[in-house]
């Protein structure tokens, strides 16, 4: 009786043991690859021709950004305000206010970049605040000319 007692127990444990393993093999690898994986949260953005956002005014780019999350892959649609005087530098603002985050868009009468939601404004050159209650400038994104291509930095700190 004792010995079929301790085989049983035997099982049992060993029966945990690969239930344990099973699970927590799969969960060890999900945290340990990201840390194995370089960092692709920066990625230069095709915005097209750089001449096309040679303008008295600011020019919106829309562009897809396709980001992956373990097996989910998602499309979002995403935007950037570019203005340049001379066709070679070029300074591009993200989309977003920086108050709450909100879409804003370009005022032609005031010429100013204008939030609808808090009634914020920006100076369209330099992205400063010019009234309403965001915290602080518009965030200016890195930019680069390539064979005629303007390309933009999108998540850098910059």
Not at 108 to 115: I, N, R, Y
Request: proline residues 7%; hydrophobic residues 40%.
């Amino acid at each position: 009786m004792a010995d079929r007692r301790s085989f049983l127990k035997l099982v049992s444990t060993l029966a945990g043991v690969v239930a344990g393993a099973l699970a927590a093999i799969p969960a060890a690898i999900s945290f340990a690859t990201p840390l194995l994986r370089r960092n692709r949260a920066e990625s230069w953005i095709k915005l097209g021709d750089a001449g096309k956002f040679f303008s008295d005014e600011p020019v919106k780019a829309d562009f897809a950004v396709t980001q992956r999350d373990a097996w989910v892959e998602s499309r979002s649609l995403q935007s950037v305000w570019v203005r340049t005087d001379d066709g070679e530098r070029f300074t591009v603002f993200d989309s977003r206010c920086t108050h709450l985050g909100c879409p804003y868009g370009y005022d032609k009468d005031l010429k100013v970049f204008h939030c609808p939601c808090h009634l914020g404004r920006f100076d369209p050159r330099t992205g400063e605040v010019l009234g309403g209650p965001p915290p602080r400038p518009l965030k200016q994104l890195p930019s680069k000319v390539e064979d005629g291509e303007l390309y933009v930095l999108l998540g850098s700190s910059g």
